[in-house]
């Protein structure tokens, strides 16, 4: 694999005197346009074609219509430039060149397929045609060159099918209907048992089927096939499956599909040709080994639809031992090439090995773990490398719950199936993917449940616990799809006699009706008709100590690839926890630091809110004071435990920030409560207190609480909460120092715009941590700063920074003051936003780069030159996500703070964007 790709500009080489753009990138005769380094213009698919030809292997020639193509078919409201038209003509004929066939030709006819193919893989969500070529003529030229009627007329019979419902939009059924008719007519049963006078029949009724449905005969000219086929494929980029994937994975809609035209290659010519798909190792657990399924005398998409159960790959070793042998050894070599698992495609014509694809593939967050891991161990990869094969958000799937095992193993298994994609499921039986969806709207969990899934199935996919298909093997596209969502799937379980119409299925004698509960392990594949309690996962019983770690691989596994993160990543990570038990669990996950603790979440301890209310509804300072006093003994306990478990990480503690009336109960419920005493009769101290609360909410009322008295404004009208916080916070630390533990803290004044309102509070902080030292004859170390989440905070942020020794930007906020999006309340129209592509991303989850992201390195810029020592982080929920996690890193900021379960999130996306620009393509 080692020559060099020549990237040549055949376009320009054949006019010389243009400046044309070239669109179109031949591949063939061990020698390519493009390579593995040009995803972005010719698609995985594209880009995996051309590095395989370039290093001598055996790939179909072909060429790939750029994915500049689509965009300009879209701009250019669905036609194509006549000059690309050319490009793609003269590609054609090199084409036919390199294949020693020619379109159309009614003695050696080449065919061809036409294939989409995007940057990102969107399994089974485009279209595809093959046996592109083929009419009237040139189906009796492929007969006699390949003295083969049947299957010379089983192909065009698929082609123009495919053709029909594909270009022409004419249904599936009305083409599965006529092949019925003659299967029925001539008393078989499999599409195999026709022979070609079957065939020619089915063929003419296929093209009356296009000629009633589509008003238009079946085109017998191949360049027009071709040209429909190549933008009927540009179509498919925006079909509704295709948009809904897009969505849900966050893939631009500008980047456009490229279109592959390849020179066909059969796997149905009959005993001794197949196709199949493979991994270089398991998708799902990761193990080394060669995983796949092929069928004999079949083409690509009948492995992938899951209508036949293929063989398992290693079958292939008795069938055709010497393509098998060659099979392993190209894979082998792909996979140490691209230092990465790949996922293939293969066809063998009589024998004869051809590569149809190769790719990264893709793997449950479970095997992600294992192979990053056996990778370094085999010396595949550099520990560096390794980080670099990991989605971060896929470690989320090894913290999901799998069952209790005591009670999984007291239940027998219904059926088993196989097991696609690991992990715990367990639901109510849905038998489509909008009942999953309806569902799941009112709250409930379900399983869906299918004969086998198809692409359209994807959004009730999206939001089941697991997927649970009578057929199809581990490279369906259930499985596929599964996978990839890191949702527990089994396929294949065949036993399931399911009727999707009655909305049932039987299996082991019972019958399960829509709603009824089943639970099942992805891992094991076995089926269970019941629900199944859950148990944390194997990560979290280690890290709460009920595993001990060297009983768990995945754990240790996990751990170490965290550990070479952790080496390479420049921003700190750490977490936002509010109690010392949130504060444990961190710590076990990695974080060294609290970002920010919310220490009203405090006054909701047991116990505490009826203290919080005196404090509230005191009609004097001193009354107030005197409930702060009750409260202080609680909250320093909670910061002891917090800074405790932190064992002397910085921990970073904000005063108050709500409006009050969120400690208050509901106006309207007190209303009502003081109804009903009034209509009872009652006239005690009950009703007085009510009232007296009622009073008090209505004067707390405020038509924007957000925008409201709360933040640094509290502080400011209340300076005694921010002296007893304060108290408590200091007194707490100086305990711990005296025990050992020197712990520095963090306070921080939350919604700060102006600098005098940092100036008042800090005052007060100082103030009282000077009291408390003196008192507690020691010195420690503390630090006073403050949120940044009002956009004047940023653009003042050189005043703010003469005060603060600590900036935390607090993205929640400031994303919300920045759109004056409401944070409650926009996800109502947010949907709407993005459905309509006003915003790709919501940004309360994925950081603004553009608006809020600006103000954050005015922000960073601003803040450093007032104080150049001064540590900055952030602390909103973007925290923790990965694209975030990037931003933050080329901001500058010092460290991100996410919630403790995405920690392990932020500490791999953090050493991947310290990565990003020196590794990787
Ligand atoms: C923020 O605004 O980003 C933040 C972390 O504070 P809160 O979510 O508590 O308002
Ligand atoms: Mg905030």
Redesign the pocket.
């Known amino acids: 694999m080692s020559k060099k790709p020549a990237v040549k500009n055949a376009a320009a080489k054949s006019k010389p005197s243009s400046k044309a753009r070239k669109y179109v990138y031949f591949f063939g005769n061990g020698k390519a346009d493009g390579n593995r380094h040009m995803k972005d213009l010719l698609g995985g698919k594209g880009s995996g074609l051309a590095e395989m030809t370039n290093a001598g292997l055996p790939v179909p020639p072909g060429f790939t219509i750029s994915t500049e193509v689509c965009n300009i078919y879209y701009r250019e409201k669905a036609k194509i430039p006549s000059a690309i038209d050319r490009e793609i003509e003269e590609n054609l004929r090199k084409l036919e060149k390199a294949a020693g066939a020619t379109l159309g030709s009614t003695e050696n006819p080449l065919l061809v397929s036409v294939r989409s193919g995007a940057k990102f893989s969107m399994p089974g969500m485009m279209d595809t045609i093959l046996n592109l070529g083929l009419n009237d003529d040139a189906v009796e030229g492929l007969k006699s060159r390949t003295q083969n009627g049947r299957f010379a007329f089983d192909s065009y019979r698929r082609f123009i099918q495919m053709f029909g419902n594909v270009v022409l939009e004419v249904p599936k059924d009305a083409f599965e209907h006529e092949l019925d008719a003659v299967k029925k007519a001539r008393g078989t049963k499999l599409d195999t048992d026709l022979d070609e006078g079957s065939l020619r029949e089915v063929v003419e009724r296929y093209k009356k089927v296009v000629k009633d449905r589509a008003k238009r005969e079946f085109p017998q000219d191949p360049h027009i096939q071709l040209t429909m086929s190549r933008d009927a494929v540009f179509r498919s980029w925006m079909n509704a499956r295709a948009i809904e994937y897009r969505r849900i994975y966050d893939i631009p809609d500008d980047i456009g599909t490229a279109v592959n035209v390849q020179m066909m290659v059969f796997g149905n010519t009959g005993a001794r040709s197949g196709t199949g798909v493979g991994f270089t190792r398991n998708p799902a657990t990761g193990a080394r080994e060669f995983f796949g399924e092929f069928l004999i005398n079949a083409q690509g998409e009948d492995v992938v639809s899951g209508v036949r159960t293929p063989q398992p790959i290693r079958e292939l070793e008795q069938v055709m031992p010497k393509a098998y042998k060659q099979l392993r050894e190209i894979t082998t070599r792909l996979e140490k090439h691209y230092k990465d698992v790949q996922d293939f495609e293969f066809t063998i014509q009589d024998e004869r090995l051809f590569m149809l694809q190769t790719r990264s593939g893709k793997r449950t967050g479970y095997a992600a773990i294992m192979i990053a891991s056996d990778f370094v161990a085999e010396k595949l990869v550099t520990p560096k490398e390794a980080i670099l094969l990991v989605d971060p958000e896929s470690l989320n799937q090894l913290l999901a719950p799998g069952f209790d095992r005591d009670e999984w193993e007291k239940i027998p298994a219904a059926t088993r199936g196989l097991p696609a994609s690991p992990g715990a499921a367990s639901g109510q039986v849905v038998f489509s993917a909008d009942h999953a969806v309806e569902w799941v709207n009112q709250g409930k969990q379900v399983i869906l449940v299918r004969r086998e899934t198809v692409p359209d199935d994807i959004h009730g996919m999206f939001v089941s616990q697991g997927i649970l298909t009578a057929t199809g093997g581990m490279t369906s596209h259930a499985a596929v799809v599964g996978r990839q969502m890191g949702k527990p799937s089994i396929v294949g379980a065949g036993a399931l006699e399911i009727d999707e119409s009655r909305r049932q299925f039987r299996v082991d004698g019972k019958t399960v009706r829509e709603g009824d509960y089943i639970s099942f392990d992805g891992l094991s594949g076995e089926v269970k008709i019941a629900r199944v309690a859950s148990k944390p996962s194997e990560i979290l019983q280690v890290l709460n100590g009920t595993l001990a770690a060297k009983k768990s691989g995945i754990y240790r596994r996990f751990e170490k690839l965290l550990s070479w993160a952790d080496k390479v990543r420049r921003l700190g990570v750490y977490a ?1 926890a509010d109690l010392p038990d949130q504060a444990e669990l961190a710590y076990a996950f990695g974080a060294r630091g609290i970002g ?1 603790c ?1 220490t009203e979440h405090m006054f909701f301890g047991e116990g505490r809110i009826p203290i919080v209310q005196r404090m509230i509804l005191a009609d004097s300072e001193a009354d107030r004071r005197k409930a702060l006093n009750e409260l202080l003994p609680l909250q320093r306990d909670d910061f002891y435990g917090v800074f405790k478990a932190m064992r002397g990480c910085p921990v970073t503690i ?1 005063t108050i ?2 409006p009050l009336h969120e400690f208050l109960p509901k106006r309207e419920d007190l209303m009502v409560d003081v109804a009903r005493l009034e209509a009872a009769g009652q006239t005690g101290t009950e009703l007085e207190e009510k009232k007296r609360l009622l009073a008090r909410v209505e004067q707390l009322h405020e038509f924007n609480p957000m925008l409201g008295h709360r933040g640094v404004r509290l502080g400011i009208t209340y300076p005694e909460i921010t002296e007893m916080q304060t108290r408590a916070i200091i007194e707490a630390a100086c305990r711990l120092n005296k025990e050992g533990i020197k712990i520095a803290p963090e306070i921080m004044i ?1 919604l700060v715009g102006l600098v005098k309102e940092l100036s008042d509070q800090k005052a007060i902080v100082d103030r009282v941590a000077a009291d408390v030292m003196k008192e507690q004859r020691i010195t420690i170390k503390y630090l006073v700063g403050t ?1 940044i ?1 009002i956009p004047r905070g940023c653009i003042v942020a050189d005043q703010i920074a003469r005060e603060a020794q600590f900036f ?9 003051l920045t759109f004056g999006f409401s ?1 409650d309340d926009s996800g109502k129209f947010l949907k709407i936003y993005q459905e309509k592509k006003i915003l790709e991303k919501d940004p309360f989850a994925s950081i603004d780069t553009e608006g809020v992201g600006d103000l954050v390195r005015l922000g960073v810029e601003r803040g450093r030159k007032a104080r150049p020592s001064l540590k900055i982080g ?4 973007h925290g923790g996500d990965p694209a975030s996690v990037h931003f933050f890193h080329n901001a500058g900021l010092d460290y991100v703070s996410a919630s403790p379960y995405r920690v392990p999130v932020a500490r791999l996306a953090a050493a991947q964007a310290a990565l990003s620009v020196k590794v990787g393509d």
């Open positions: 936002n920010l919310r904000r920030d709500p939350p949120m989440e935390s930007f607090g993205t929640n906020d400031l994303t919300q944070r952030i602390c909103g929920e």
